[in-house]
């Protein structure tokens, strides 16, 4: 396992039974490096909606814990947040929430000249997500073609 899955693993372990005393979701953890900077991310959810109340509630819970464990060698910046709009879709569970609903696919590679889909989440396994398109016709792709998949949303 690499010091990034450990220290996700880890933090998610923690997680998992303090969210469910606060009858959250664990949505995702994250521990990346962006510029010069590495990052700590919780992302949370509850019926209704996360407030920044309940991300504070977290982050206090969740530094105090990272602060007795001391198990990360880097110098990090804890992030606990709501998952947003553009909520990716990682885990079976997120797949099973979005089945039926607009999705948008990101590819690493242009497919027929495009990288951007969207479409009505139709079906998916552990290698493949298929897309109905609104103007008929389906469409598969390959969990290894896609670089991003997640919830569309209109404004």
């Known amino acids: ?87 990716p879709l990682k885990k079976e569970k997120d797949f099973v929430r979005s089945m039926g609903k607009q999705i948008d696919v990101k590819l690493y590679r242009a497919r027929d000249k495009q990288k951007d889909f969207t479409g009505t989440l139709a079906e998916y396994d552990r290698d493949t997500v298929t897309i109905e398109l609104e103007g008929g016709g389906r469409m598969v792709f390959e969990r290894t073609e896609i670089a991003l998949i997640r919830l569309a949303f209109d404004f």
């Open 1 to 87: 396992m690499t010091k990034r899955e450990t220290y996700e693993s880890r933090t998610e372990a923690f997680l998992l039974p303090v969210l469910e005393e606060h009858q959250f979701e664990l949505v995702d953890v994250e521990y990346v490096k962006e510029g010069s900077s590495w990052y700590l991310r919780a992302y949370i959810d509850k019926d209704g909606g996360i407030a920044i109340d309940d991300c504070e509630t977290i982050s206090r819970i969740l530094s105090d814990w990272l602060d007795r464990e001391d198990f990360i060698s880097d110098s990090y910046i804890l992030e606990v947040s709501s998952p947003g709009l553009g909520r």
